[in-house]
């Protein structure tokens, strides 16, 4: 099994890298790097040294870095060590490296330097100072007529490894370093390895782009510790992060590229993003003739992922924590707290208005707390300056409320982009279609095909998203849409013979066939010529699994739509949307068996429709579906890291396999699956990073830029907090398990435009740093947002009561929170381990006593369709002390049935203690 699926893997990562515009090898395009020279001097040997917790060597030639080892465990390499003699070749960065662009006064153009370009032995230089471990003047391996002579340190200072460059103007002239990078060379290459060795040999990085209070997390993908910090020595800010893209190091779906930390990013500014709006404001340096400047980083280790900040503070770093996070929905009071030793003496907000702060207090008086809220749509930078002079930058991204952002999102999924031509040949009628935000129009042609084909993520994604949307906030006209989409256009996605109740989703029904369709059918402006514009035969395929949840997910809503309201559904009654959803997920197993060996994205959806076959009393399918289940479950505890994919490596399946890990009590395995999750899924004082789980390849698949780049909140963020959010309610105490998990759940909807436009995800890219132009693959985002959107209400001993999803007033013994998520639908209550959940109307306000425990809850007014709310009441913690609450009404399929009327109805949960 493994060998095929290498075998595909080695196939998708060729097709991916020509489609990246980069050469690719007939087979494996890293032979290309075994005829360059070697450069580096690797035949002079090593220099080794121990620095603190680390371990370092440097080749001796070049002193860059050859291997970077934690002392506790020698084994592993934070560097891509592994692959020393094969990126030993010119031009290939090496940790250690710097780049440049210079400008000597009177000159108008930048000039590049790099000391990767060319490679020559560096003179050592002789230093009498105890904490240098090694230095070199780098004038040998750096263009001749360079204005600076470039001096490179390796440091012990105070117990830590530093990086430092000292840099002199040796002109007569003022130079301009219009840009200064130091390239982050880690060991995130995982070609050629399996699942088993890339959790334990390789790491991903992510960086919290902030000025002087800016560093960057290294993190193993196991999410074990001890996990690498990189944060500024000296005067360093991080002002951008730029994809190291002249590497020739190949790049593809099993290496995402290296990085550098930007110091100064102007040339770059004026030239290659000058289209950008950049996170921090481009900035140069100036050297007199013989002055001298200095940068360098410091490298601190982190005992775990979760101590990154408390290691950050023991170095007196600053460290940010934003509640509920870096997404701000207006009319949401969030909170921002800081923890430095020098006072704030400004702060700055752009553009001016965006965002309003007032001082408030924290738990802990080494908090510096603020309430803040979000005014005007769009991105915004907080500049905060401390007395010191350190300049600290959090960008934030303001949305429209989330009840006002769902209804732009539905309106513009069944206006805009619903498809309407009772003549298109492939039977697409009556849909919601792809959609081009740049060009304003359906997607009706596309290479391709799934795009415009309403299957696979990259074409199912819109009316994915538009079925999500209804279950939690549902609109009769687009119901009433959906519901003909569902009962009539959705069967021509679906392969079925209902006589032998047979089932399997088709992975388009756009296809390029020329020779069976009518002259004219296809356009000359789109090129069908790639092996993207699959056949008839190729389209009608049904083996591939991750197109069945979709469908599944559209049949369960229309259940539940039709069970827990009235009037909403007329065409057909619950039973028969149930009977499919439990249909659909028995084909995925029966047809696509190959790939149910992997965790599915959206799998949470066969979870929701097992518990819905129970609550109905179906318990011959619900037996059936269960056992189905239970056997993917058994396979995957087999595994030391069961999160295998169509893809050599992915970020998707950990969604299910934790669902069903927990399920059936695999509590080890579901255990490894968070931990890998918290290794690709950060939490960072930026807007685009926070909650944003790993994913850099799916532009290729469906977006409208097509490269390989760090995607920042593509679907992986929506289906990723699910089972975070769902770790966090076990272990309610465990704040950074729920800024994770809210970070991610609401990223996926912060790049919803003002006018409800759901794109792909959001370019990286310093050179673009916008959304992607195409619909895409979002719907598995928005459906990560429906199922698992909460407000979650908790004590932390050092920020105090905290609310993520709605407004927390405290008064006496009481917390009031007024709910503000757009579902409206769930609340954890994280003192009494409480989960609340409707499955008809919506809560307004839930209040908690501090002192007893009461808890109260306030619903809203009843509606045309929703004349009573159905409670569940659950408590997946155990918090010792909190007692177990109940209501004293009436049953339906496990929840408690309450009358609604024309206003407000509150209710007081029975506390027993």
């Given amino acids: 099994m493994r060998i095929q699926r290498n075998l595909v893997a080695a196939v998708i990562l060729i097709i991916c890298l020509i489609s990246g515009g980069q050469t690719a090898m007939a087979q494996d395009p890293w032979k290309a790097l075994e005829i360059r020279p070697s450069t580096l001097g690797l035949d002079n040997g090593f220099l080794t040294f121990k620095t603190g917790a680390l371990q370092l060597q440097l080749v001796k030639s070049s002193q860059t870095v050859a291997a970077l080892n934690p002392v506790s465990d020698t084994q592993f390499d934070f560097t891509p060590h592994d692959r020393l003699k094969l990126r030993s070749c010119d031009r290939m960065y090496q940790l250690g490296d710097i780049d440049l662009r210079l400008r000597v006064e009177g000159e108008t153009e930048w000039t590049k330097y790099s000391t990767s370009t060319k490679r020559a032995p560096v003179s050592v230089l002789t230093v009498n100072d105890d904490k240098v471990l090694a230095a070199a003047d780098l004038s040998a391996t750096l263009p001749a007529g360079i204005p600076l002579n470039v001096q490179r340190y390796y440091e012990l200072i105070d117990g830590h490894l530093v990086l430092l460059f000292k840099l002199k103007n040796t002109s007569d002239k003022n130079v301009e370093i219009g840009s200064l990078g130091i390239p982050m060379i880690f060991n995130n290459i995982m070609q050629g390895k399996s699942l088993e060795e890339t959790h334990a040999q390789n790491v991903f990085y992510d960086p919290y782009i902030g000025k002087d209070a800016g560093y960057l997390q290294v993190t193993r993908l196991n999410g074990h510790g001890p996990a690498l910090v990189v944060v500024p020595y000296g005067k360093t800010p991080f002002e951008a992060y730029s994809p190291l893209l002249d590497d020739p190091t190949p790049r593809g779906i099993d290496f995402e590229g290296f990085y550098e930390w930007m110091v100064h990013s102007k040339a770059y500014a004026e030239n290659e993003w000058k289209k950008a709006e950049p996170w921090n404001t481009p900035t140069s340096f100036t050297l007199k003739p013989g002055e001298t400047t200095e940068y360098g980083v410091k490298f601190l280790l982190a005992d775990s992922i979760k101590g990154i900040e408390s290691t950050l503070i023991a170095n007196k770093r600053p460290v940010v924590v934003g509640v509920p996070g870096y997404v701000l929905p207006m009319g949401t009071k969030a909170k921002l707290f800081l923890n430095y030793d020098e006072k704030v003496k400004s702060l700055q907000v752009e553009p001016e208005g ?116 209804e279950l939690i906030q549902p609109d009769k006209a687009e119901i009433d849409k959906l519901q003909h989409f569902v009962n009539h256009t959705l069967w021509g996605v679906i392969q079925h013979d209902e006589g032998k109740q047979k089932y399997g989703v088709k992975k388009s029904v756009y296809y390029y066939a020329p020779k069976e369709m009518p002259a004219g059918t296809y356009s000359d402006s789109v090129d069908h010529k790639t092996w993207t514009a699959w056949n008839h035969e190729a389209a009608n395929d049904v083996g591939r699994s991750y197109n069945y949840p979709h469908v599944a997910a559209a049949w369960w809503v229309m259940y539940r739509l039709s069970r827990n309201h009235t009037g909403l559904v007329t065409e057909q009654n619950w039973q028969w949307y149930l009977d499919h959803a439990y249909q659909t997920t028995m084909a995925m ?325």
């Fill in 354 to 469: 965006a965002l309003t702060l007032n001082e408030t207090v924290a738990e802990n008086d080494k908090w510096k707390a603020y309430q803040i809220e979000g005014k005007i749509w769009g991105r915004a930078r907080l500049t905060i300056t401390y007395e010191d002079g350190l300049s600290q930058t959090i960008n934030y991204k303001v949305i429209k409320a989330e009840g006002d952002m769902l209804k732009d999102f539905g309106h513009f999924l069944t206006n805009e982009q619903w498809y309407v031509n009772k003549n298109d040949p492939f039977h697409r009628d009556q849909s919601v279609i792809s959609y081009d935000y740049e060009t304003k129009k359906q997607v009706t042609q596309d290479s391709r095909v799934w795009i415009s084909g309403l299957s696979d993520e990259g074409g199912a994604g819109s009316w994915l998203g538009a079925m999500m949307k």
């Fill in 589 to 913: 197993i029966n047809q696509a068996p190959y790939y149910v060996q992997f965790g599915q994205m959206e799998g949470t959806v066969f979870y929701l429709i097992l518990m819905d076959l129970k609550a109905e009393g179906w318990n011959d399918k619900a037996a059936i579906f269960e056992k189905a289940m239970k056997v993917r479950a058994d396979h995957w505890d087999t595994l030391q890291y069961p999160f295998g994919s169509e893809m050599p490596w992915d970020s998707t399946g950990q969604e299910e396999v934790y669902l069903w890990s927990s399920y059936f009590g695999y509590t080890n395995k579901a255990e490894v699956t968070i931990d890998a999750i918290l290794g690709y899924m950060p939490t960072v004082p930026n807007w685009g990073y926070n909650g944003s789980a790993r994913r850099y390849w799916d532009f290729l698949y469906g977006g409208k830029l097509s490269r390989i780049e760090r995607q920042l909140h593509h679907y992986g963020s929506g289906i990723n907090a699910i089972p975070v959010l769902a770790e966090y309610r076990k272990k309610p105490s465990d704040l950074y398990l729920l800024r994770v998990g809210y970070g991610g759940v609401m990223g996926s909807v912060s790049n919803i435009t003002q006018d409800g436009f759901g794109p792909a995800a959001f370019h990286s890219f310093p050179s673009t740093l916008k959304i992607d132009g195409l619909s895409g693959d979002y719907g598995p985002n928005f459906f990560g947002y429906a199922v698992n959107i909460s407000t979650y209400i908790m004590h932390d001993d050092n920020l105090g009561w905290l609310a993520f999803g709605g407004n927390l007033v405290q008064k006496d013994n009481w917390i009031d929170v007024k709910i503000t998520n757009g579902a409206k639908s769930r609340v954890f209550i994280a003192a009494a381990g409480l989960w609340l959940t409707l499955d008809a109307g919506t809560f307004n306000t839930v209040s908690y006593n501090t002192t007893t425990g009461a808890v109260s809850v306030l619903l809203d007014a009843a509606d045309k369709y929703t004349p009573s709310a159905r409670l569940h009441i659950k408590q997946t913690a155990n918090v010792i002390g909190a007692g177990t609450y109940s209501l004293g009404t009436a049953k339906i399929r496990g929840a408690y049935v309450i009358a609604l009327k024309n206003s407000e109805v509150k209710v007081n949960l029975t506390h027993h203690k």
